[in-house]
C-alpha cells in the first residue's frame, strides 16, 4: 500500500507556473515576446488541457467561490440579447443598469485583474483590465511613434450551451505621437480569435473586429461584444469534452509608412466546454477553465446553516490523518485539501452515484467498529463517497467519525449543490478541493 500510494504521489502533476505572453513589442529582428506563438502548431495543441489550466489558475490565483453570493449569482443575468447580438457583428449597447454592472465594477476595483492575464473569478466570470501600447520603427530601427487603448474585458460562462461571450469597453485612450499622432488617422483594431493551429477543434469567434480610429474610441462608451462557439462534434472524448484557448489580439492601422509595427496580443485563456446530460436542465455548457474550483466548509456558521461538526473532521482528516480512525500502521495520505488559498495535493474527482457503492459499503464496515454513537450522530467520511478517493480507493486513505446529524445533513446538501452549481463533471474530466474555514 505505501508503495502504490508513494507512486501515486509522485505522479501527481505539479502546479507550476507558465510563461504568459504579454503584450510587450520587441523590434524588428529580435526575439518575439515570451508564450507561444501561433506558429507553434503542437506547442498550441498541447497546452489547450485540464492540467495547463490548473497550472496557470495556480500561477495567478484564480479560483472558483463555492458561494456565489460573494460576487452575485451570474446564473440569474440575462445574457440573450448580448448572445444574439453578438452573432455575427459586435457593438451591442448594455442595457442601462444591467445586474452584471456589479460583477465588473467589483472586477475592476480588483488588482488580480490587472495584466494579460486576467483573473477568474467564478468559472462563469473571467474580467481583465488591460491596454494595448503600439510602437512603430522604421526601416533604420528608429521608433517613430506610440499610441496606446485601455480596456475592460469579460468572458461570461454559459450553463445552458456550448459559447462563451466576449465583452469589451474602452477605458481610456492614451498618449499617441508620432505616425500615431493624428487621432482620426490612427486607428486600434481589436477581435478575440481562437488558437488555430491548422486543425479544426470545434471552436469558432461570432462577431466583426472592432475598426475605430482613436478619436472613435475616445467617444465609444459602449460594450462590443463576441461570441465563442464550441462544436460538440469535433469531440471524441466523454461528455463531448473540448478544451479551446483563446486571446484578444490588436492591430494598429496608420497611412503613415514606412514602418513596422505591432499593437499586441494577450496571454491565451482557456475554456472547457462539455454536453455532459448528468445536469438537470442543462445539457451543455461552456466555462472559464483557468481556475481552481474548491468546496468551502465554515466551521463557525451560524446555527441554523452549520456544519461545524463536519467541518472540524474534514480539518482533522486533512491536517492530521494519523489521527483518524481507522488507525494505519502507514502514514496516511487524505487528498483534496485546500490550504491558505491553495491546492495542496491531488484533488478530488466525482464519480457518478451508480458508482458510489463500494465506498459506502467500506464506509458502513468501518463505521461498525464505532461504540454504537450517541442519539443524534451520524458516521460521516472523508473523502466523500461521491468521489473517485472515497473509502474503496486502493491509494488514499479515509476517516469515519461521529457528528451531528443534522450537520452531516446539511453538508452534504451543500456538495451536491456545489458539484451541480460549479459544473463539476465526471472522474478525469475535472477535479475539485475542499477548503475549511473558521
Known amino acids: 500500500m505505501s508503495t502504490r500510494r508513494a507512486r501515486r504521489r509522485a505522479g501527481i502533476a505539479a502546479l507550476v507556473t507558465i510563461g504568459l505572453l504579454g503584450t510587450a513589442m520587441v523590434r524588428p529582428g529580435a526575439a518575439s515576446a515570451a508564450g507561444i506563438e501561433p506558429g507553434a502548431p503542437s506547442a498550441n495543441r498541447a497546452v489547450a488541457t485540464f492540467a495547463t489550466g490548473r497550472a496557470t489558475a495556480a500561477a495567478v490565483g484564480s479560483h472558483s467561490y463555492s458561494n456565489m453570493a460573494q460576487i452575485g449569482d451570474p446564473t440569474r443575468l440575462d445574457r440573450a440579447g448580448l448572445r444574439r447580438a453578438s452573432v455575427g457583428q459586435s457593438g451591442a449597447v448594455r442595457p442601462a443598469s444591467d445586474p452584471a454592472d456589479a460583477i465588473i465594477e467589483r ?20 474580467c481583465q483590465e488591460h491596454g494595448f501600447t503600439a510602437q512603430a520603427w522604421d526601416t533604420s530601427g528608429q521608433l517613430i511613434g506610440e499610441a496606446s487603448l485601455q480596456y475592460v474585458a469579460v468572458a461570461w460562462g454559459d450553463y ?21 499622432g493624428d487621432p482620426d488617422d490612427t486607428r486600434f483594431s481589436l477581435v478575440p480569435e481562437c488558437a488555430d493551429v491548422g486543425h479544426d477543434d470545434g471552436c469558432r469567434i461570432n462577431g466583426d473586429p472592432v475598426d475605430q480610429s482613436l478619436t472613435e474610441w475616445t467617444g465609444d462608451d459602449t460594450w462590443n461584444t463576441w461570441l465563442i462557439t464550441s462544436d460538440e462534434t469535433k469531440s471524441t472524448k466523454p461528455d463531448l469534452v473540448s478544451r479551446h484557448r483563446w486571446r484578444l489580439t490588436a492591430e494598429i492601422i496608420s ?25 438537470a436542465n442543462r445539457p451543455r455548457a461552456c466555462i472559464n477553465d483557468d481556475v481552481i474550483p474548491y468546496l468551502t466548509y ?141
Open 107 to 126: 472586477c475592476q476595483n480588483d488588482p488580480r485583474a490587472d495584466g494579460s492575464q486576467g483573473h477568474v473569478f467564478h468559472r462563469l466570470i473571467w
Open 298 to 438: 465554515q466551521v463557525n456558521a451560524p446555527n441554523a446553516v452549520s456544519v461545524r461538526d463536519v467541518a472540524l473532521h474534514i480539518r482533522q482528516a486533512q491536517y492530521f490523518p494519523d489521527t483518524t480512525f481507522p488507525p494505519s500502521q502507514d502514514p496516511k495520505l487524505i487528498p483534496g485539501a485546500y490550504r491558505n488559498g491553495a491546492p495542496t495535493d491531488n484533488g478530488l474527482h466525482r464519480i457518478p452515484a451508480a458508482d458510489e457503492g463500494p465506498n459506502r459499503a467500506v464506509v458502513r464496515s468501518t463505521c461498525a467498529q464505532f461504540v454504537p454513537p450517541v442519539e443524534e450522530e451520524q458516521c460521516d467520511e472523508y473523502p466523500f463517497a461521491a468521489t473517485m478517493e472515497g473509502a474503496a480507493s486502493p491509494i488514499w486513505d479515509f476517516s469515519v467519525q461521529g457528528v451531528n446529524a443534522e450537520h452531516n445533513s446539511r453538508a452534504g446538501s451543500y456538495l451536491r449543490w456545489y458539484l451541480f452549481w460549479d459544473r463539476i463533471l465526471y472522474e478525469d474530466q475535472d477535479s475539485f478541493y475542499v477548503n475549511i474555514v473558521d
Open 255 to 279: 497611412d503613415e509608412q514606412p514602418i513596422w509595427s505591432d499593437a499586441g496580443k494577450t496571454a491565451y485563456h482557456l475554456i472547457r466546454c462539455d454536453s455532459a446530460t448528468y445536469f
Open 160 to 180: 445552458y450551451g456550448r459559447t462563451i461571450l466576449i465583452e469589451l469597453k474602452r477605458t481610456s485612450v492614451g498618449s499617441h505621437w508620432g505616425v500615431y
